[in-house]
């Protein structure tokens, strides 16, 4: 796997290089207005019919030939710089060649920095491999800024959408809220919780669920709470399924939350697993009503007694610890 991840940043490095060049040569093209007059001496001096200007500017600067494209001198030394650095990433480790592609990047102007970001997002979405399509998004995601920032990051959310393994498209879908703000980003985060609730492994659903419940604090919108809890309820994993409404009883209010914990505690209190019914229930204790608390305490110090394994009792009583030397009021 880690061979691959090299690759997509090598692909993609190559992608950013290739577009530099090609500025570069039309910047060259455009800043000496090349005429279709002009003729190449066999010292490869361009000589033109143009005015006085055109003469001065003939001792000064030479034309490269290189693919068939004609690119001035200046920029045929950024294309050598250009290979040097390719040289020099493929020696260096994969956090520092991510490191290199972030910095080279951040070095393009606006609004060559733009087009590269939509060009290096449409190359992602036709890669064919998901494992390497999602490594590729999430090298380019950082980087997205200005106007079609948006637009950009709804593109990745359906080229991601179609990545048939479960965990790359989650590693997509995942990374993708972090970098939106206002109703954009409560608009993503509800597409996100719909479509998940389709994937089947209770790893990646708890996985998104995860990486989203930090962008709810203070969202109103009833449609994403429900869509969330609907996602953890889909949850297979009896004990990730609670974890999960672990995660979203903070962001719950009134009757709703009142119902999901109590939802919750009973399938604490009945998870197949009885050496884990104790840490389960360590999980609801912050939620239930003060004079509830040390009445669940209680059961679940007696079910952590209950474990034959010394092990297994020993997780279950530190996960309670934390509570038995907590003062009455």
């Known amino acids: 796997m880690a061979l691959l991840g090299t690759s997509a940043e090598s692909g993609l490095n190559k ?3 290739e577009f530099i060049e090609q500025k570069n040569a039309i910047q060259g093209l455009k800043r000496f207005e090349i005429l279709k007059t002009e003729n190449v001496t066999s010292d490869n001096i361009v000589t033109t019919k143009n005015d006085a200007y055109s003469g001065k500017l003939q001792q000064h600067y030479k034309h490269i030939q290189l693919d068939q ?5 200046d920029s045929a ?8 650095a390719e040289i020099n990433f493929k020696n260096q480790n994969e956090a520092n060649r991510s490191q290199v592609f972030y910095s080279r990047v951040s070095q393009l102007k606006d609004p060559f920095k733009e087009e590269f970001v939509e060009k290096a997002i ?3 979405c036709k890669i064919q491999s998901g494992y390497l399509r999602a490594q590729t998004l999430s090298l380019i995601i950082p980087i997205l800024e200005g106007k ?9 959310f359906y080229s991601a959408s179609y990545i048939q393994d479960e965990n790359d498209r989650a590693r997509v879908l995942s990374s993708l809220t972090r970098h939106m703000r206002g109703p954009d980003k409560e608009e993503l985060i509800e597409h ?3 479509f998940s609730s389709q994937i089947q492994s209770g790893d990646v659903k708890f ?3 995860s990486s989203l419940v930090p962008h709810l604090y203070g969202s109103k919108n009833k449609a994403i709470m429900e869509k969330a809890i609907e996602l953890a309820s889909g949850i297979v994993s009896e004990y990730q399924r609670l974890e999960s409404f672990s995660l979203l009883i903070p962001y719950l209010t009134g009757q709703r939350e009142k119902g999901i914990i109590e939802q919750a505690l009973e399938l604490a209190f009945n998870i197949k697993d009885k050496d884990m019914r104790p840490q389960a229930l360590s999980l609801l204790i912050p939620y239930v009503d003060e004079s509830r608390q040390k009445e669940i305490i209680e059961k679940a110090l007696n079910l952590a007694s209950e474990i034959q394994s ?5 997780q279950a009583l530190t996960s309670l610890a934390q509570y038995l030397d907590k003062p009455e009021k």
């Open 15 to 17: 992608f950013l290089e």
């Open 148 to 156: 079609k920032k948006v637009e950009l990051i709804q593109k990745t």
């Open 192 to 194: 996100i919780f719909e």
């Open 122 to 124: 449409d190359f992602a």
């Open 207 to 209: 996985q998104i669920l």
């Open 69 to 73: 494209r004609i690119i001035t001198e």
């Open 310 to 314: 010394e092990y297994r009792k020993e």
């Open 77 to 84: 030394i950024g294309i050598r710089m250009a290979k040097i």
